[in-house]
C-alpha cells in the first residue's frame, strides 16, 4: 500500500498570502495524484486531478505540481474561504486508494 | 445536476450492523462505479471499497474483508454500504462518491454512525 505523507500538518498564514502543501508519495504514483479541499462539516471537492488539472469551476489560484512521488499544491492568493483542511489521493496502485493525513490550512 | 443523497444518521451498539443507503440523481446511474470512504472523527479519509452498479461486482479494502458488504438497487438508483460487527473505532461519517475520470468528483452529504453501548 502506497503511503502519502503530506506535510506541514497545519499552515498558518494570512489572507493575501502565497500557500505551498506538499505531498510525498512512498513510491511513485507518477501522475495518478489529487487534491481535495474539505470545510468542517462537509464533504471533500476535488480542486485538482492528475497532479496538475483543476477540476471544474476551480478558481486559477489553486496548482498542482509534480510527479513521482513528489507533488505540491500552491494556493496563489489566499482567499478567506480557502482555510480549510487539504488532502491529497493516489489511484496509481490499486487498491486500495490512499489518502495522505491532511494539511490544516490556518488563518494567522 | 449531480446529486448523492445519503440517509441519516445512526446510533448503534457495538456488535450490531448498519445501513448506509446513496440514493444518486442527475446521472445514469449504472454507468459509474459508487465507492466509499469513511473519516473518524478529527482523522483523515479512509477507502472502504467499490460497487460497480451494472453487475453488482465489488472490490473491498482488505481491512473491510468479511465485515463490509456493498449492494446496489438499480430500478431506485440506490447504492447500499452493510457493515457488520460494529466497534467503537467505526465511530465515523461515511460517504458516498462517485468518480469521474477516476477521481471522487461527486460526494453525498456523509452519515454520521456512533457506536456506543
Known amino acids: 500500500e502506497i503511503v502519502l505523507t503530506q506535510s506541514p500538518a497545519t499552515l498558518s498564514l494570512s489572507p493575501g498570502e502565497r500557500a505551498t502543501l506538499s505531498c510525498r508519495a512512498s513510491?511513485?504514483?507518477?501522475?495518478?495524484l489529487a487534491w481535495y479541499q474539505q470545510k468542517p462539516g462537509q464533504a471533500p471537492r476535488l480542486l485538482i486531478y492528475?497532479?496538475?488539472n483543476r477540476a471544474t469551476g476551480i478558481p486559477a489560484r489553486f496548482s498542482g505540481s509534480g510527479s513521482g512521488t513528489d507533488f505540491t499544491l500552491t494556493i496563489s492568493s489566499l482567499e478567506p474561504e480557502d482555510f480549510a483542511v487539504y488532502y491529497c489521493?493516489?489511484?496509481?496502485?490499486?487498491?486500495?486508494?490512499?489518502f495522505g493525513q491532511g494539511t490544516k490550512l490556518e488563518i494567522k | 445536476q449531480v446529486q448523492l443523497v445519503q440517509s441519516g444518521a445512526e446510533v448503534k451498539k457495538p456488535g450490531a450492523s448498519v445501513k448506509v443507503s446513496c440514493k444518486a440523481s442527475?446521472?445514469?446511474?449504472?454507468?459509474?462505479?459508487m465507492h466509499w470512504v469513511r473519516q473518524a472523527p478529527g482523522q483523515g479519509l479512509e477507502w472502504m471499497g467499490r460497487?460497480?452498479?451494472?453487475?453488482?461486482?465489488?472490490n473491498y479494502a482488505q481491512k473491510f474483508q468479511g465485515r463490509v458488504t456493498m449492494t446496489r438497487d438499480t430500478s431506485i438508483s440506490t447504492a447500499y454500504m452493510e457493515l457488520s460487527r460494529l466497534r467503537s473505532d467505526d465511530t465515523a461519517v461515511y460517504y458516498c462518491?462517485?468518480?469521474?475520470?477516476?477521481?471522487?468528483?461527486?460526494w453525498g452529504q456523509g452519515t454520521l454512525v456512533t457506536v456506543s453501548s
Open positions: 462518491a462517485s468518480p469521474r475520470s477516476g477521481w471522487y468528483y461527486y
Open positions: 442527475g446521472y445514469t446511474f449504472t454507468g459509474y462505479y
Open positions: 460497487i460497480n452498479p451494472n453487475s453488482g461486482g465489488t
Open positions: 513510491q511513485s504514483v507518477s501522475s495518478y
Open positions: 492528475d497532479a496538475s
Open positions: 489521493q493516489q489511484r496509481s496502485n490499486w487498491p486500495p486508494d490512499t
